[in-house]
C-alpha cells in the first residue's frame, strides 16, 4: 500500500532513483557476527535487495537487525562472509574507504535522530557535503531545497533543541539524503516518536521510495513495515526466520 | 558492594582517561617536588651547605719551616672548635707529559673526608684516598673527573679516585696525610669555629690571634663570593619553581574536575537507585582521590629520582653540596595534591549531587545548554575545511575546560619563552667574554727567546689589525687591594668589547672599567684614577665583562715598565689565506693558531642544561595537561564523533577535527604566554645580573627577535597540538558503530 504524496522529492532525485534498473543493490552472502564471547549477533546470514526496493527488516531485540544495518553501512566488518553495495565489498573496506563509501552510497537515519545540537538544521543538514568536500554555494542550494521539500526550511536557523521529534527527525531524513545516496538505511526512525510524528515520518519515507530510493528499514512498527515496504524479512537469533 | 564503590569502580574501567589522569597528575607531583625542591635550594644555599658541612670560620696555614706541628695543634685552644693540623703541599701536575703542566694544586692530606665537628667534606663521586698515588680532587670548572691520572714532576703519578667539595673551600685535592708528606710538605692547616664569626671585626680579632706571618682565609670571603654567584641564579630558579607549582596546581584540578564530570551519568543512575547526596559527594571525592593518589605517589617516586642529577646540577651551580631528598617537600607535596584533587572533586561532586536524576541519566543525551552555538556558527560560516572548522568551535561548548586547557597552554609557553631568551640572555653574556677569540682570525704567544712578536706580526703580509694584551695589577684609590687589569699594546677598538657607557680608550692616560670597579670605588665615568704605579687614569668608559670584578683595562703604555703581553690578536686582510699566514708566523718560530671559539663556560652549560630540562618538564606537564583534557573531551563527544563517522567522515578527518579542537586555546595560550615569559625574562635577567652586581647591556636584555616571537606564540599551539595528536589518533581510530552506541 503506498499513501498518497505528501513530500516530493526534487526533479533530480526523482530521476536518478528511476534511472536505476532492478539489478541488485544489496547482496549479503553467508555473513556471520560474533562479538567476544558471545553469541553470534549473525548466524550465516544471506540477503539480497534489489535497487529501488524498500526491505523492511523486522523481529525481536538482539535479533541481529542493527547490526546487520552496520555491517551494510560499513560501521562494523562480519566475523565472516561477504557483504557487497552497488558492486563494493563494503566488508573489505579500511575506515578511510569505508568513510568515503558512507559519503557517497549510504544515508543513515537513527532512532534517536544524532542530530549535532550546537549546528542549526540547516547546518545540520549541510554537513554531510562539507565533509565531503562538495562546493558551498552547490551544497546550500541542496540543503534549501530538501528543506524545503521536507516542510522545514522556516526551522532552518533553529537548533534541534527546539523541535518536535517528528521534524527533529525529518532533518535527520534531509541530512541522510544530502550527498543524493542511492541507499538510504533506516534504524528504528519512527522508535521514539509519538504517533503523529511516526505517521508523518512513515508518509516521508513512503514518498522517498515512490521516488525510487533503495530503502532498507529496521524496525518493530509492522504498520511502519506494512504502509513503505515492498518486502519483509524477519530476523531470529540472527538468521532469517523460515 | 556498596553504592560508592561502583561508582569508582565504574570510572576505574575506563582504562585510556584514568591511565592519562595517573600521567598527567604522576607529572604535575613531580614537577611539584622539583619545584619545591629548587625553591628550598634556591633558598640561602650557602648558607645551609656550610651548616650541613660545619663548615670552617677560618682556615690557617702554618709555614712548615717556621711552625712545628705542635705549636700549629696548639692555636686550637684559641677556638671554640679546631681540628687540624694537616699536612698541606703544593703539587705542580700535568695530564699528560707533553702538556704544558696545570696550575698548582694545594693538597691536604686527610685521612677522611671529615667525621669531626668542622669541614665535613662531602664526597661527590668516587671514594677517599686510602694509599698512595690517590688523590680526592674538589670539584671546580676545571674538571678532572675520577679516574684521570696526573703526572708528577718526579714520573710518579696521582690517581683520581675521588671528587668531593667543601663548602669553606680548605683545598683543591685532598691526599693520604703520608702521601702529603711525600709530595713535599710546605705547613699544616688547621681549621676553627668560633661563637663569634658573624663580623669583619670578630674574625679580624680571631686572624690576630694567630699571630702574624699566618696565611688565613675567612669563611665570610667564600660567602660574599658565594653571594655573587648565587644571586645570579636565585631569580631563575625560583621562577621555574614557582611556574612548576603553578602549572602542576591548575593541570592537578583540571583533572580531578574531569574525571568527576565524566562520572555524571554514573551517579544518576545510582542516585536512581537511592544513592543520596552526600553519598555521591563521598563518591566523587574517592573516584578522583584513587587515581590522584596513584599518580601522586609515581610522581613523588619520579621526583626523587629525577631530584639526584637535578639537586647535582643545582649544587654545582652554587658550588655547594647537593640537597638529598628532603621528606617535608616529598610530605608537603603530596598534602598539597591531595588537598587540590580533594578541593576541586568536593565542589565538581557537589553540583552532580545536585543534578535532578533525570538530568544526570540524560548527559549525553539531552541538548546541551546552548553553549558555543555562535561558535559554532562563525566556524561554519568560514571557508575552512568543515572538519578543521568543526574542531575549532568544539572547545566553546564548554568554557571552564577551555579555559583550564588555554591556562595550561600559556604556562607552558611562559616557560618556554622564557627558557629561551635566558638561554639567549646568557649565550649573549658568554659571547662578550668570549669576543677578543671570535673577533679576530689568529691569536699569536709570545716566545721564550724575546722576539718582538708585535714587530713581526706588523711585518708579516695579510695583517690586517692587531693588538696584543697582558694582565697587570692596577692599584687603585678607592680600593684596598689592586684592581685585576688588562693592558693592551695597539689599537684593541676593534675587538670589540661590549661597551655599556663611554667609549674604548684611545690613548695612553685613559681607561675603560667594569661596572664592579665603578661599584667598588665609588667612581663615575670622568673621573680619575690614581695609584702608586701608574700616573691619573681617567675613566672614559664602562665596560661589560660578565663578571663582578673589579677590571681596569688600559693602554700598555699608561703603566710605566715592563708588562707582560701574553697574547697577540689579529685580524687579516680580507682574502689573506689564513693556513698561509699562520705558516708565515710559525716559520719565524712564533706560536701562531686560528682562534676558535673556547668550549663554553662550564657554569653557562650548566645553566643551560638546567633550563633545558626544567623547560622540557614543564612544557611536558603542559602537554600531558591537555592531553587529559582531550582525552575528556573525546570521551564525552564519542557520540558526536561516531554521527561525524556515519555521515563519512574519514579517519584523518577526525583525527584533523580533534587536533584542531585545542587549535583556540593552543593560539589563545602562545599569545598570551609569550608576553607573560618575555615579561618574566626582562624582570627576572636584570634581577639575577644586579644580585650579582653586574650591569648588562640592552643587547643581552633584549634577545626576542620579531621572528623568534612570533615563532614561540606557535609554541602553544605546538604545545596543544602536540597533547591532543594521541587522543586524535584514538578518536581516529574509534569504530563508528561503537562510538554510536556510546552513551
Given at each position: 500500500?503506498?499513501?498518497?504524496?505528501?513530500?516530493?522529492?526534487?526533479?533530480?532525485?526523482?530521476?536518478?532513483?528511476?534511472?536505476?534498473?532492478?539489478?541488485?543493490?544489496?547482496?549479503?552472502?553467508?555473513?556471520?557476527?560474533?562479538?567476544?564471547?558471545?553469541?553470534?549477533?549473525?548466524?550465516?546470514?544471506?540477503?539480497?535487495?534489489?535497487?529501488?526496493?524498500?526491505?523492511?527488516?523486522?523481529?525481536?531485540?538482539?535479533?541481529?537487525?542493527?547490526?546487520?544495518?552496520?555491517?551494510?553501512?560499513?560501521?562494523?566488518?562480519?566475523?565472516?562472509?561477504?557483504?557487497?553495495?552497488?558492486?563494493?565489498?563494503?566488508?573489505?573496506?579500511?575506515?578511510?574507504?569505508?568513510?568515503?563509501?558512507?559519503?557517497?552510497?549510504?544515508?543513515?537515519?537513527?532512532?534517536?535522530?544524532?542530530?549535532?545540537?550546537?549546528?542549526?538544521?540547516?547546518?545540520?543538514?549541510?554537513?554531510?557535503?562539507?565533509?565531503?568536500?562538495?562546493?558551498?554555494?552547490?551544497?546550500?542550494?541542496?540543503?534549501?531545497?530538501?528543506?524545503?521539500?521536507?516542510?522545514?526550511?522556516?526551522?532552518?536557523?533553529?537548533?534541534?533543541?527546539?523541535?518536535?521529534?517528528?521534524?527533529?527527525?525529518?532533518?535527520?531524513?534531509?541530512?541522510?539524503?544530502?550527498?543524493?545516496?542511492?541507499?538510504?538505511?533506516?534504524?528504528?526512525?519512527?522508535g521514539a516518536l509519538d504517533t503523529a510524528s511516526g505517521t508523518e515520518v512513515r508518509k516521508l519515507l513512503a514518498d522517498l521510495h515512490a521516488d525510487g530510493q533503495t530503502i532498507v528499514l529496521v524496525t518493530h512498527d509492522e504498520a511502519l513495515a506494512a504502509a513503505v515496504a515492498t518486502r519483509t524479512v524477519r530476523l531470529v537469533d540472527g538468521q532469517v526466520a523460515a | 558492594m556498596s553504592a560508592i564503590r561502583t561508582v569508582v569502580r565504574g570510572a576505574q574501567r575506563r582504562r585510556v582517561s584514568t591511565i592519562v589522569i595517573i600521567a598527567a597528575t604522576a607529572m604535575a607531583v613531580t614537577a611539584?617536588?622539583?619545584?619545591?625542591?629548587?625553591?628550598?635550594?634556591?633558598?640561602?644555599?650557602?648558607?645551609?651547605?656550610?651548616?650541613?658541612?660545619?663548615?670552617?670560620?677560618?682556615?690557617?696555614?702554618?709555614?712548615?719551616?717556621?711552625?712545628?706541628?705542635?705549636?700549629?695543634?696548639?692555636?686550637?685552644?684559641?677556638?671554640?672548635?679546631?681540628?687540624?693540623?694537616?699536612?698541606?703541599?703544593?703539587?705542580?701536575?700535568?695530564?699528560?707529559?707533553?702538556?704544558?703542566?696545570?696550575?698548582?694544586?694545594?693538597?691536604?692530606?686527610?685521612?677522611?673526608?671529615?667525621?669531626?665537628?668542622?669541614?665535613?667534606?662531602?664526597?661527590?663521586?668516587?671514594?677517599?684516598?686510602?694509599?698512595?698515588?690517590?688523590?680526592?680532587?674538589?670539584?671546580?670548572?676545571?674538571?678532572?673527573?675520577?679516574?684521570?691520572?696526573?703526572?708528577?714532576?718526579?714520573?710518579?703519578?696521582?690517581?683520581?679516585?675521588?671528587?668531593?667539595?667543601?663548602?669553606?673551600?680548605?683545598?683543591?685535592?685532598?691526599?693520604?696525610?703520608?702521601?702529603?708528606?711525600?709530595?713535599?710538605?710546605?705547613?699544616?692547616?688547621?681549621?676553627?669555629?668560633?661563637?663569634?664569626?658573624?663580623?669583619?671585626?670578630?674574625?679580624?680579632?680571631?686572624?690576630?690571634?694567630?699571630?702574624?706571618?699566618?696565611?688565613?682565609?675567612?669563611?665570610?670571603?667564600?660567602?660574599?663570593?658565594?653571594?655573587?654567584?648565587?644571586?645570579?641564579?636565585?631569580?631563575?630558579?625560583?621562577?621555574?619553581?614557582?611556574?612548576?607549582?603553578?602549572?602542576?596546581?591548575?593541570?592537578?584540578?583540571?583533572?580531578?574536575?574531569?574525571?568527576?564530570?565524566?562520572?555524571?551519568?554514573?551517579?544518576?543512575?545510582?542516585?536512581?537507585?537511592?544513592?543520596?547526596?552526600?553519598?555521591?559527594?563521598?563518591?566523587?571525592?574517592?573516584?578522583?582521590?584513587?587515581?590522584?593518589?596513584?599518580?601522586?605517589?609515581?610522581?613523588?617516586?619520579?621526583?626523587?629520582?629525577?631530584?639526584?642529577?637535578?639537586?647535582?646540577?643545582?649544587?654545582?651551580?652554587?658550588?655547594?653540596?647537593?640537597?638529598?631528598?628532603?621528606?617535608?617537600?616529598?610530605?608537603?607535596?603530596?598534602?598539597?595534591?591531595?588537598?587540590?584533587?580533594?578541593?576541586?572533586?568536593?565542589?565538581?561532586?557537589?553540583?552532580?549531587?545536585?543534578?535532578?536524576?533525570?538530568?544526570?541519566?540524560?548527559?549525553?543525551?539531552?541538548?546541551?545548554?546552548?553553549?558555543?552555538?555562535?561558535?559554532?556558527?562563525?566556524?561554519?560560516?568560514?571557508?575552512?575545511?568543515?572538519?578543521?572548522?568543526?574542531?575549532?568551535?568544539?572547545?566553546?561548548?564548554?568554557?571552564?575546560?577551555?579555559?583550564?586547557?588555554?591556562?595550561?597552554?600559556?604556562?607552558?609557553?611562559?616557560?618556554?619563552?622564557?627558557?629561551?631568551?635566558?638561554?639567549?640572555?646568557?649565550?649573549?653574556?658568554?659571547?662578550?667574554?668570549?669576543?677578543?677569540?671570535?673577533?679576530?682570525?689568529?691569536?699569536?704567544?709570545?716566545?721564550?727567546?724575546?722576539?718582538?712578536?708585535?714587530?713581526?706580526?706588523?711585518?708579516?703580509?695579510?695583517?690586517?689589525?692587531?693588538?696584543?694584551?697582558?694582565?697587570?695589577?692596577?692599584?687603585?684609590?678607592?680600593?684596598?687591594?689592586?684592581?685585576?687589569?688588562?693592558?693592551?699594546?695597539?689599537?684593541?677598538?676593534?675587538?670589540?668589547?661590549?661597551?655599556?657607557a663611554g667609549r674604548w680608550y684611545t690613548s695612553p692616560g685613559e681607561a675603560v672599567v667594569t661596572t664592579g670597579f665603578l661599584t667598588a670605588t665609588g667612581k663615575h665615568l670622568g673621573d680619575t684614577v690614581t695609584g702608586a704605579g701608574h700616573g691619573p687614569l681617567t675613566l672614559v668608559g664602562e665596560v661589560f665583562d660578565g663578571s663582578a670584578n673589579n677590571h681596569?683595562?688600559?693602554?700598555?703604555?699608561?703603566?710605566?715598565?715592563?708588562?707582560?703581553?701574553?697574547?697577540?690578536?689579529?685580524?687579516?686582510?680580507?682574502?689573506?689565506?689564513?693556513?698561509?699566514?699562520?705558516?708565515?708566523?710559525?716559520?719565524?718560530?712564533?706560536?701562531?693558531?686560528?682562534?676558535?671559539?673556547?668550549?663554553?663556560?662550564?657554569?653557562?652549560?650548566?645553566?643551560?642544561?638546567?633550563?633545558?630540562?626544567?623547560?622540557?618538564?614543564?612544557?611536558?606537564?603542559?602537554?600531558?595537561?591537555?592531553?587529559?583534557?582531550?582525552?575528556?573531551?573525546?570521551?564525552?563527544?564519542?557520540?558526536?564523533?561516531?554521527?561525524?563517522?556515519?555521515?563519512?567522515?574519514?579517519?584523518?578527518?577526525?583525527?584533523?577535527?580533534?587536533?584542531?579542537?585545542?587549535?583556540?586555546?593552543?593560539?589563545?595560550?602562545?599569545?598570551?604566554?609569550?608576553?607573560?615569559?618575555?615579561?618574566?625574562?626582562?624582570?627576572?635577567?636584570?634581577?639575577?645580573?644586579?644580585?650579582?652586581?653586574?650591569?648588562?647591556?640592552?643587547?643581552?636584555?633584549?634577545?626576542?627577535?620579531?621572528?623568534?616571537?612570533?615563532?614561540?606564540?606557535?609554541?602553544?599551539?605546538?604545545?596543544?597540538?602536540?597533547?591532543?595528536?594521541?587522543?586524535?589518533?584514538?578518536?581516529?581510530?574509534?569504530?563508528?558503530?561503537?562510538?554510536?552506541?556510546?552513551?
Open positions: 500500500m503506498t499513501p498518497s504524496r505528501e513530500f516530493a522529492l526534487p526533479a533530480d532525485d526523482r530521476w536518478a532513483r528511476a534511472s536505476l534498473t532492478s539489478a541488485t543493490m544489496i547482496d549479503v552472502v553467508d555473513v556471520s557476527r560474533r562479538y567476544e564471547g558471545d553469541q553470534a549477533a549473525l548466524d550465516h546470514l544471506s540477503l539480497h535487495v534489489a535497487e529501488g526496493e524498500c526491505l523492511a527488516l523486522l523481529g525481536p531485540s538482539g535479533s541481529g537487525k542493527s547490526t546487520l544495518l552496520n555491517l551494510i553501512a560499513g560501521l562494523d566488518r562480519p566475523t565472516e562472509g561477504t557483504v557487497t553495495v552497488g558492486g563494493t565489498r563494503v566488508d573489505r573496506l579500511s575506515e578511510a574507504a569505508a568513510a568515503r563509501y558512507r559519503r557517497a552510497t549510504i544515508g543513515l537515519v537513527f532512532q534517536f535522530f544524532n542530530l549535532l545540537d550546537d549546528l542549526t538544521v540547516a547546518d545540520n543538514v549541510l554537513l554531510p557535503a562539507q565533509i565531503a568536500g562538495r562546493p558551498a554555494a552547490k551544497s546550500r542550494r541542496r540543503a534549501n531545497e530538501l528543506l524545503e521539500t521536507l516542510g522545514m526550511d522556516r526551522h532552518a536557523g533553529a537548533y534541534p533543541g527546539r523541535l518536535s521529534g517528528g521534524e527533529r527527525q525529518r532533518v535527520a531524513v534531509a541530512r541522510a539524503l544530502m550527498n543524493r545516496p542511492p541507499l538510504l538505511l533506516a534504524d528504528e526512525p519512527t | 611539584t617536588v622539583l619545584a619545591g625542591l629548587l625553591l628550598a635550594a634556591s633558598s640561602a644555599p650557602f648558607a645551609n651547605a656550610f651548616a650541613k658541612q660545619h663548615g670552617a670560620h677560618l682556615t690557617a696555614f702554618f709555614d712548615s719551616a717556621k711552625t712545628t706541628k705542635e705549636q700549629a695543634a696548639a692555636t686550637a685552644s684559641q677556638a671554640g672548635l679546631a681540628i687540624g693540623p694537616f699536612p698541606v703541599a703544593m703539587v705542580v701536575t700535568r695530564q699528560d707529559p707533553r702538556t704544558p703542566p696545570l696550575p698548582p694544586i694545594k693538597v691536604v692530606g686527610r685521612t677522611d673526608p671529615g667525621s669531626g665537628s668542622i669541614d665535613q667534606v662531602t664526597l661527590l663521586a668516587g671514594r677517599w684516598a686510602r694509599s698512595k698515588g690517590e688523590i680526592v680532587m674538589a670539584r671546580t670548572d676545571l674538571m678532572m673527573p675520577t679516574g684521570t691520572t696526573l703526572q708528577l714532576p718526579d714520573g710518579s703519578t696521582l690517581t683520581v679516585v675521588g671528587e668531593a667539595r667543601s663548602v669553606s673551600q680548605t683545598a683543591q685535592g685532598w691526599v693520604t696525610p703520608d702521601e702529603a708528606a711525600a709530595l713535599g710538605q710546605i705547613g699544616w692547616q688547621m681549621l676553627y669555629r668560633y661563637a663569634d664569626a658573624g663580623s669583619e671585626a670578630a674574625m679580624t680579632t680571631h686572624r690576630t690571634a694567630l699571630g702574624t706571618g699566618v696565611q688565613t682565609q675567612s669563611w665570610l670571603e667564600i660567602r660574599n663570593d658565594a653571594a655573587h654567584r648565587t644571586q645570579l641564579f636565585v631569580p631563575l630558579l625560583s621562577a621555574f619553581g614557582l611556574i612548576g607549582l603553578a602549572l602542576a596546581a591548575l593541570v592537578i584540578g583540571n583533572v580531578t574536575a574531569g574525571t568527576v564530570a565524566s562520572a555524571t551519568r554514573r551517579i544518576g543512575v545510582m542516585k536512581a537507585l537511592g544513592l543520596t547526596p552526600s553519598q555521591v559527594v563521598r563518591a566523587c571525592v574517592a573516584q578522583a582521590l584513587i587515581p590522584g593518589l596513584i599518580g601522586t605517589i609515581l610522581g613523588i617516586v619520579g621526583g626523587d629520582l629525577l631530584a639526584v642529577p637535578l639537586m647535582s646540577d643545582v649544587a654545582d651551580l652554587f658550588g655547594t653540596v647537593p640537597m638529598s631528598v628532603t621528606p617535608w617537600v616529598d610530605a608537603l607535596t603530596i598534602a598539597a595534591a591531595l588537598l587540590v584533587i580533594a578541593a576541586t572533586a568536593a565542589p565538581a561532586g557537589w553540583r552532580a549531587a545536585r543534578l535532578r536524576t533525570v538530568d544526570a541519566l540524560a548527559v549525553g543525551r539531552t541538548p546541551h545548554s546552548g553553549r558555543g552555538r555562535v561558535a559554532a556558527g562563525l566556524a561554519a560560516r568560514t571557508r575552512l575545511p568543515r572538519p578543521f572548522s568543526l574542531g575549532l568551535a568544539q572547545p566553546f561548548t564548554k568554557p571552564s575546560r577551555l579555559l583550564a586547557m588555554l591556562l595550561t597552554v600559556a604556562l607552558g609557553t611562559t616557560a618556554a619563552t622564557f627558557a629561551i631568551g635566558l638561554a639567549g640572555s646568557l649565550r649573549h653574556i658568554q659571547a662578550a667574554d668570549e669576543k677578543p677569540d671570535t673577533s679576530a682570525d689568529v691569536l699569536v704567544e709570545p716566545t721564550m727567546d724575546g722576539t718582538d712578536v708585535g714587530a713581526v706580526i706588523a711585518a708579516a703580509p695579510g695583517t690586517g689589525k692587531y693588538y696584543g694584551r697582558g694582565p697587570a695589577d692596577i692599584a687603585a684609590d678607592g680600593l684596598r687591594e689592586a684592581a685585576r687589569g688588562t693592558v693592551t699594546s695597539g689599537d684593541a677598538r676593534w675587538a670589540g668589547y661590549e661597551m655599556l681596569l683595562y688600559t693602554d700598555a703604555a699608561s703603566i710605566p715598565g715592563p708588562k707582560p703581553i701574553l697574547e697577540w690578536y689579529v685580524k687579516l686582510k680580507p682574502g689573506t689565506d689564513r693556513a698561509a699566514y699562520l705558516a708565515a708566523l710559525q716559520n719565524r718560530h712564533l706560536q701562531a693558531e686560528a682562534t676558535r671559539t673556547e668550549g663554553a663556560d662550564g657554569t653557562l652549560l650548566l645553566l643551560d642544561s638546567l633550563t633545558a630540562f626544567l623547560t622540557v618538564l614543564l612544557v611536558s606537564v603542559a602537554g600531558l595537561g591537555v592531553l587529559n583534557a582531550v582525552v575528556l573531551e573525546s570521551r564525552d563527544r564519542v557520540h558526536d564523533i561516531g554521527v561525524h563517522k556515519s555521515m563519512g567522515m574519514t579517519p584523518k578527518q577526525t583525527a584533523v577535527m580533534v587536533v584542531a579542537s585545542v587549535g583556540v586555546p593552543g593560539l589563545i595560550g602562545g599569545v598570551v604566554g609569550v608576553p607573560a615569559g618575555y615579561l618574566l625574562h626582562h624582570w627576572a635577567v636584570p634581577a639575577m645580573a644586579h644580585g650579582a652586581g653586574i650591569r648588562l647591556p640592552d643587547s643581552t636584555i633584549d634577545v626576542y627577535a620579531p621572528v623568534l616571537l612570533a615563532a614561540l606564540a606557535l609554541a602553544g599551539l605546538i604545545i596543544a597540538a602536540g597533547g591532543a595528536l594521541l587522543p586524535a589518533g584514538w578518536a581516529a581510530r574509534t569504530r563508528t558503530a561503537v562510538a554510536l552506541r556510546t552513551e
